[in-house]
């Protein structure tokens, strides 16, 4: 038997508990109020990345808690100043702009601070800037961008069609700002630390391909989440349109993030918001 071949038992154990969450909050959801799934997998992904730090702190280097630092205030401040973008109130209990901006700025410092200790290991997700590569953060930036505006046009026109209302423009400041606010915490959360968090379980049980099996559940946490109100209404709908958004906007920042960095994935998310804020939706 040969040693490196991958053994599934772990990824198999992990993809249950992740399905057993997406039923378990369907159902409860159907009877009472109950936290959105995104609520729920940021707080185990920030729990996660909490307990990296605490393990391998000695890890980081100077820069990246200056990094996950900046990451976290600039999050705080714009959530602040945030005018297109209203989170849902965080598991019904913070609802404020300012309870709001304190718990996505320090959420971004958590989970930034734990994808990069595992980084720091041989992670899955290069952050550039963590490697003062600003040359090379900057044409990653680009490249995201290139990539995801043919898609965030795109993405535009669908919610035009399935929103069945016409566009209606907004503030463009007002839009590119708050759209940093989905684009930097979600794949700071999602595509580094979860990400990270799942191949740091994987890796020994599957040497080789912890990558990509840990990429793929995190990306499937991160799209199906999106639709977690419509699992309720009609769960065959939600997985068709969940299907539909994975391809054009969920498997393209994955593939970024992996061959490319962070910060082309968040380029790329970025272009997507700040294009549907721009057109109110």
């Known amino acids: 038997m040969n040693d490196k071949a991958p053994r599934f038992h772990v ?56 990094l996950a630092a900046g990451l976290g205030a600039m999050i705080g401040v714009g959530m602040h100043f945030a005018t297109l973008y209203s989170p849902y109130p965080f598991f ?46 900057g044409r990653e930036a680009l490249f995201g961008l290139a990539i995801g505006l043919p898609l965030a046009v795109l993405n535009v026109i669908a919610l035009q069609y399935t929103q069945g209302r016409p566009i209606s423009w907004q503030s463009p400041a007002a839009a590119l700002l708050d759209a940093l606010q989905p684009a930097v915490v979600e794949e700071v959360v999602y595509r580094f ?26 990306l499937l946490v991160h799209n199906f989440s999106h639709f977690d109100d419509l699992f309720v209404q009609s769960p065959l709908t939600a997985i068709g349109m969940g299907l539909v958004v994975l391809i054009f906007w969920g498997l393209p920042p994955t593939l970024l993030a992996r061959y490319r960095s962070l910060e082309a994935a968040i380029a790329f998310h970025w272009i997507q918001d700040a294009a549907r804020f721009l057109a109110g939706f």
């Open 11 to 66: 990824f198999i154990l992990l993809a249950a508990g992740i399905l057993v969450i997406f039923i378990g909050r369907t159902v409860l959801a159907a009877q009472t109020d109950a936290p959105r799934l995104f609520h729920l997998f940021d707080t185990l992904a920030v729990a996660g990345s909490l307990a990296v730090l605490l393990k391998d702190y000695q890890k980081l280097r100077r820069g990246d808690w200056l």
């Open 92 to 137: 019904g209990i913070v609802r404020s702009h300012a309870g709001q901006a304190w718990l996505r700025g320090i959420f971004t410092f958590i989970a930034a601070l734990g994808g990069l200790a595992i980084m720091r290991q041989g992670g899955p997700v290069l952050f550039r800037a963590a490697n003062r590569d600003a040359a090379g953060a």
């Open 193 to 218: 630390a979860l990400w990270g968090l799942l191949w740091l379980i994987l890796r020994s049980s599957m040497p080789g391909a912890a990558a990509w099996y840990s990429g793929a559940l995190a």
